[in-house]
């Protein structure tokens, strides 16, 4: 059986540490707004709405709402995908600076 370690990212300002390229770090997937998943190779993951779109922790109707559940259905309202590594660095590159463009790039490249 193949060992499988996870690494969280959340947003700059929530983080436990910082990786050695700058990225937040935080211990708890309960923070977590993207993970990479290593098992004999590495896969990546961003949180995700019903609709598709990107988790925005500065959005307007994202505040405190990534672990929430969509009331009718019982079911949370973010999900992890898994993404391609560019889709993933755009959008760890949006948690680290907080530059909108990155979020709207990588959204446009999960399209």
């Known amino acids: 059986m193949t060992e499988e370690s996870n690494i969280y990212y959340t947003e700059l300002g929530m983080e436990d540490r910082l990786d050695g390229r700058g990225n937040p770090v935080c211990d708890s997937p309960e923070k977590a707004l993207a993970k990479t998943t290593v098992r004999q190779q ?45 889709v993933f660095d755009m959008y760890l590159n949006f948690l680290k600076t907080k530059n909108v463009a990155w979020l709207n790039n990588a959204q446009r490249e999960m399209n």
């Not at 598709?52 to 309202?77: D, I, R, T, V, W």
């Not at 992890?80 to 560019?86: E, G, L």
């Open 42 to 86: 590495t896969y990546y993951y961003v949180k995700i709405s019903h609709d598709g779109k990107l988790y925005n922790p500065k959005g307007l109707f994202s505040e405190g709402s990534h672990a929430k559940f969509l009331s009718k259905l019982g079911k949370p309202q973010w999900r992890f995908v898994k993404v391609s590594s560019k």
